[in-house]
């Protein structure tokens, strides 16, 4: 199954080549057909979250509830990479637990 998902995400006052194109825009909608029982977008959590993507790109994988060694697995990273990666994502999202990641990934509807 799955179901979509709405986001609101607001557009910088900067002029990048890009966002000239939305010029008098200030907010940008972004839905979003997730199945459920896949991880979150990497580009969504990415934006929701402020990460850079790598980190996004673990911070889904464990938030979806796979360990830092499968995650790492999958992503073709070490493992001490993908942990390194994990505690910026911690840091950045003021958490200290995988399972608080996990909680925070199903509140903001990323899962």
Do not use: C, H, W
């Amino acid at each position: 199954t799955s179901r979509l998902v709405v986001y609101l995400l607001p557009i910088s006052p900067q002029a990048s080549p890009a966002q000239m194109l939305f010029s008098d825009a200030r907010t940008m909608v972004l839905a979003i057909q997730q199945k459920l029982d896949e991880p979150a977008d990497p580009a969504v959590v990415r934006d929701v979250l402020g990460l850079t993507l790598g980190e996004a790109r673990v911070a889904a994988l464990v938030g979806a509830g796979l360990p830092p060694r499968d995650a790492a697995n999958r992503l073709g990273i070490a493992e001490d990479t993908a942990r390194n990666v994990l505690k910026r994502v911690f840091q950045k999202v003021g958490i200290s637990r995988q399972s608080e990641l996990v909680g925070l990934l199903a509140r903001l509807v990323l899962r």
